[in-house]
């Protein structure tokens, strides 16, 4: 018999910082960055929704992420800041270090790729994907839905599908609630944080998890090579440092890839 998670339990798991996070768990839906969006002004606290399956979820550019039963923690997380959109800048590299920092402490060789990717052994563990809305109450506030999948199982057919190389962490397939409350705990710890402070709060974090680090990269958009150098980490507000031939250059994050230069 599969197993579902029990909200009680994971609550049970949590620390006192995530307890007042609301917890609704499903067997399935669509996404659940589109179903905490549809009634986000309804909201009255930080909301986690946790689906077991989820048929059209979707990663960063558009890209659809696949998820089932048994093979990934799907989820997304809406948080309210205090802040308008354009404070969230180094958002989601923030996100990544909570996540990248939850499976380490559960033993999971987890490390970040620039802008959102979360990695283990050069593949594709974890995706974020983030979404806002204004609080029609409060104009100055934004609620942020963070979406997160992470890999548990079947890496193999998931890089047969994508045609890219992806990870999981068949370690967590019998410690979900454990790996969820890791996760809410670091989140609870962190959004805070991040309001008060900006992406400046995790800057050291992150570049010590950048898997990256010194390596020779391509930056690319739609394949066509824009610029070369050795990844630099990152800088106070997310953006990725790169040493070219001319001098250090600092990209945006958008719709552009970071790949391994070939030799």
């Known amino acids: 018999m599969t197993f579902f998670p029990s909200a009680q339990r994971l609550a049970s798991l949590c620390d006192s910082s995530a307890q007042n996070i609301a917890i609704d768990i499903v067997a399935e839906t669509g996404s659940t960055n589109v179903d905490l969006l549809a009634n986000v002004q309804h909201l009255q606290q930080p909301t986690l929704l946790w689906a077991q399956t989820q048929t059209a979820g979707k990663g960063r550019a558009g890209r659809s992420w696949y998820a089932s039963a048994d093979t990934a923690l799907t989820f997304s997380l809406a ?13 989601p590299l923030a996100v990544g270090v909570v996540i990248a920092e939850a499976l380490r402490s559960l033993g999971v060789a987890a490390s970040l790729k620039w802008p959102n990717d979360v990695l283990k052994d050069d593949g ?20 942020a839905i963070i979406g997160v999948g992470i890999n548990i199982a079947q890496a193999d057919g998931l890089s047969a599908q994508t045609g890219r190389v992806v990870a999981d962490a068949p ?20 959004l805070p944080l991040f309001e008060q402070n900006g992406f400046t709060s995790f800057v050291a974090a992150w570049n010590a998890l950048d898997a990256y680090a010194g390596k020779q990269v391509n930056i690319l958009d739609q394949g066509k090579i824009l610029h070369s150098g050795h990844a630099a980490g ?26 391994i230069k070939e030799d």
């Open 124 to 143: 594709k563990l974890a995706g974020i994907l983030i979404e806002t809305a204004v609080d029609k109450a409060d104009r100055f506030s934004t609620w």
């Open 79 to 91: 948080w309210k800041f205090t802040l308008p959109v354009q404070e969230l800048i180094g958002l």
């Open 171 to 190: 370690e967590l397939a019998s410690e979900r609630e454990r790996a969820m409350a890791a996760l809410l705990n670091g989140f609870a710890q962190a």
């Open 234 to 259: 990152v800088d106070e507000t997310g953006r990725l440092l790169l040493d070219t031939a001319h001098g250090r250059i600092a990209i945006v994050a958008g719709d552009v890839s970071l790949r």
